[in-house]
Structures are given as C-alpha cells and as structure tokens.
C-alpha cells in the first residue's frame, strides 16, 4: 500500500509489511477521517472497519501462528 489512496475505497490490499494495520492508514488522503482503529487482519486474512466500512484484505491471506 504504497500509494496514496482514496477513503471512498471501500476494498483495499495489504501486505504483511503494513502490519499491525489501522485504519485510517497513513496514505490515507483524509487520514483523520475518523479515530484510528487497530483491525485483526492476521487469523482471517481480511478485517472490515468499524467506523467507515473499508473492507481491507491480506495479500497472501492468513498468517500463521495467529489466533
């Protein structure tokens, strides 16, 4: 997620090296759209915000080890 993004986005890739994620993340253009909010994407694979609905998947899917 190198590139800036746009909060309308309602589905957006990540990598393992954006872990741990929160949402608002940094390329967010309105990065303080809404308080930011640590989301368990490692077990699953995938998270959904509460706040803005933003749907965020693991590349690679689930991690390993992670409960």
Known sequence: MNQQ???KARE???TAEDLPLHCP???MRLWNS???VFLPIEATGEA???YCGTHYI???GAI???H
């Open 5 to 7: 993004t746009d909060n």
């Open 12 to 14: 957006i890739e990540v």
């Open 25 to 27: 993340t940094p390329a």
């Open 34 to 36: 809404h308080p930011r």
């Open 48 to 50: 959904l915000c509460p």
């Open 58 to 60: 693991l590349k690679g």
């Open 64 to 66: 390993a080890g992670h």
